[in-house]
């Protein structure tokens, strides 16, 4: 899938956030008020992973991150260096925001070409949600966050098993996340790829969801 091809579900993404921001979350209120707390502690799941980085502000790229990041702004009560990108952002600006809102504004920048805008081995933490399986390439997507991370950080994903035939394949719903014989898969209607093959000479999966979850969860380190 080309980014031309990809750009045609546009329309249906923004209407989903539109509504979304205009109801305060639709029938996720609870996800919404995360996203708008100030002094929300960041997730067990991305703060497990900068333990050990005392004295120092931990460095977040939120990837594919929506208009508002879900990403918590704290850790251990203290503000993370937190970036948002998505590249949907030009269009997220004229969202019917409240006032004082985003917290955090999400910049522009594909996901597969974080490391043009960010340069190499930046991050500590680089972290994707429901969001690369929406993308033109995620396995070139997930590459770059690896490419962007420091040596030793984490690249973390979280994202719906199956989620574009769950979808009918409508608009950004194009390709498929999930995991069959331990080996984390990634595929469209014409094409199948095997993420540890396809990051091999970057990083390694360290941990990742069982076949049969709901869920296609992944953290690979950085080399």
């Known amino acids: 899938m080309n980014r031309d091809e990809w750009s045609a579900g546009t329309n249906s993404e923004i209407g989903f956030w539109k509504l979304w921001i205009e109801t305060r979350g639709a029938q996720w209120p609870a996800d919404y008020e995360y996203r708008v707390d100030p002094n929300a502690e960041l997730q067990y799941e991305i703060a497990q992973h900068i333990e050990g980085l005392e004295g120092a502000t931990p460095k977040v790229l939120d990837v594919g991150a929506g208009p508002m990041t879900i990403v918590g702004k704290r850790f251990r009560g203290v503000a993370i260096n937190l970036t948002a990108v998505d590249a949907l952002a030009d269009q997220y600006d004229s969202l019917p925001f409240a ?7 999400t910049l522009k920048c594909d996901s597969e070409a974080l490391s043009e805008t960010f340069g190499e081995n930046v991050f500590d933490v680089v972290y994707a949600r429901n969001t690369l399986d929406h993308g033109y390439d995620p396995v070139r997507a997930i590459r770059e966050m690896l490419k962007v991370a420091r040596p030793g950080g984490k690249v973390i994903t979280a994202h719906l098993t199956n989620e574009a035939i769950a979808e009918n394949w409508a608009g950004f719903h194009q390709w498929n996340f999930y995991v ?5 898969m990634i595929a469209n209607r014409t094409t199948t790829h095997v993420l540890a093959d396809a990051i091999a000479s970057l990083g390694t999966i360290v941990s990742l969801s069982p076949p049969g979850d709901a869920m296609v969860n992944c953290v690979i380190e950085k080399f």
């Open 99 to 105: 006032p004082g809102l985003p917290l955090v504004r």
């Open 180 to 184: 069959e014989d331990a080996k984390f």
